[in-house]
T-cell receptor, first 113, second 114 residues
Framework: AQSVAQPEDQVNVAEGNPLTVKCTYSVSGNPYLFWYVQYPNRGLQFLLKYITGDNLVKGSYGFEAEFNKSQTSFHLKKPSALVSDSALYFCAVRIRGDDKIIFGKGTRLHILP | NAGVTQTPKFQVLKTGQSMTLQCAQDMNHEYMSWYRQDPGMGLRLIHYSVGAGITDQGEVPNGYNVSRSTTEDFPLRLLSAAPSQTSVYFC?????????????FGSGTRLTVV
């Protein structure tokens, strides 16, 4: 069965510092990988995706993610955090040929002024 | 505005009552799904559909029914509400399975069962 793990419930980062939100996955085939962000009382918004090719994927709002096949990880990164980046972040995986997208439990990101 | 529309935004039910959460999309997406979001549990897939007339179960289908009579609509029915179904429910849609697109999410329905 496919699964996604986000090992940190919460990440605190000072504004201007680089941030990393971790995600690892366990699948039996080749995955599509996604990051979504959720602001308070809102639905999830798509940030970026990995399909194939370059392991470094760039997305919305200056975020990027690095796919590492050997470590089965897809960590979300940003070089310089903004207070407005504070939100709940979800990693998700979809197996090629399967119909389901499975989400991690989410990581709450706090950017401290 | 194009997107996924969920109604109602808030609902309070008594235990044992039934209701239908509505979801509609105007993007001609074949793939639609329902998730519930609970603290510490993330999003868990309830049911999904790959096209009109086709539905399947996700991770937590018990107590919920779905149908897909049109491409646009994917209602979620609670047959006999229980307090354990108190949650925030999200509907999401995307292009056909096998495509590399992510989801478009609705704004959610916050359901409380008392």
């Amino acid at each position: 069965a496919q699964s996604v793990a986000q090992p940190e419930d919460q990440v605190n980062v000072a504004e201007g510092n680089p941030l990393t939100v971790k995600c690892t996955y366990s699948v039996s085939g080749n995955p599509y990988l996604f990051w979504y962000v959720q602001y308070p009382n809102r639905g999830l918004q798509f940030l970026l995706k990995y399909i194939t090719g370059d392991n470094l994927v760039k997305g919305s709002y200056g975020f990027e993610a690095e796919f590492n096949k050997s470590q089965t990880s897809f960590h979300l990164k940003k070089p310089s955090a903004l207070v407005s980046d504070s939100a709940l972040y979800f990693c998700a995986v979809r197996i090629r040929g399967d119909d389901k997208i499975i989400f991690g439990k989410g990581t709450r990101l706090h950017i401290l002024p | 505005n194009a997107g996924v529309t969920q109604t109602p935004k808030f609902q309070v039910l008594k235990t044992g009552q039934s209701m239908t959460l509505q979801c509609a999309q105007d993007m001609n997406h074949e793939y639609m799904s329902w998730y519930r979001q609970d603290p510490g549990m993330g999003l868990r897939l309830i049911h999904y559909s790959v096209g009109a007339g086709i539905t399947d179960q996700g991770e937590v289908p018990n107590g919920y029914n779905v149908s897909r009579s049109t491409t646009e609509d994917f209602p979620l029915r609670l047959l006999s509400a229980a307090p354990s179904q108190t949650s925030v429910y999200f509907c999401a849609s995307s292009y056909v399975p096998g495509e590399s697109y992510g989801y478009t999410f609705g704004s959610g329905t916050r359901l409380t069962v008392v």
